[in-house]
Each structure stands twice: as C-alpha cells, then as structure tokens.
C-alpha cells in the first residue's frame, strides 16, 4: 500500500510524467492506494476541480485516524522545528498518517525529507 501527496496527485491528475505518476497509476489499478485525509483535503479544496474527479478521490479509501495521532503529529512538528527545518502543519499531519499506517508516501514535494529524517517516513522515490 502507498499514499500519495497533493503534489503527487495533481501532477497525476494534470497528466504530468514522472516516476511518481507512474507508481501511483499502478498501485491505483491494483487497487494498493490509501488517501491522507490532510491531502483529500486539500485536493477537495480546489475550486475549479470537477465533481466527478472529486467523487472519484472520495472512493479512494482512506488512512483512518487513530487514537492520540493528533498528539504524535504535534510531537512530530516539534522534532522538525526543532531541527530548524521546515515543519508546515499539512505536511506533518500528512507525514504522521502514513507513520501512522506504515506506508510510502509517493511526493514531489521535498520539504517532506525533514519528516524522514525525524520519524523514519517512507518516501516512495526516495526525496
């Protein structure tokens, strides 16, 4: 199982190339994809996106929250900071859930390699 960040989804959805969109168009086929709530959040955020691209990632099933993860990802800001590296709060409640679920997070994005640094976050493509 993998999830996917918002960098992640919208290149795969504007049809961009990479190595990520091709991982995520495979594990999408076979059905081995998990979506963040933080990242269907922020997709669903896009004013412009059409409906049945929204209906269709609300079918992707998604990492459940459990028990005290509000907490861990507030722990798990701090370390970044603390490190003086950048920590936005999407990206850390992103990064817990996928601790959390134990998968990779496919992303273009490299402020998520302070979270791997930190916490031990799977990066798919290794940013």
Known sequence: MIAADTS??????????GEDTLLLDRALEGGQV??????????LSDPKL????????????????GSG????????RAKVLAKRRK??????????????????LLTRDRDFR????AAGL????GY
């Open 50 to 65: 059409p409906s049945g691209v929204a209906e269709t990632l609300s079918e992707v099933p998604l990492i459940e929250i």
């Open 114 to 117: 302070a979270f791997a640094e």
């Open 122 to 125: 799977d990066l798919g493509l």
């Open 87 to 104: 920590a936005r709060l999407g990206d850390a409640l992103i990064a817990q859930s996928c601790i959390d679920r134990g998968v990779s």
């Open 8 to 17: 992640t989804w919208v290149a795969f959805l504007e049809g961009s190339g």
């Open 34 to 43: 998990l979506m963040v709530p933080a990242v269907l959040t922020e997709l």
């Open 69 to 76: 993860y509000w907490q861990r990802a507030g722990v798990l």
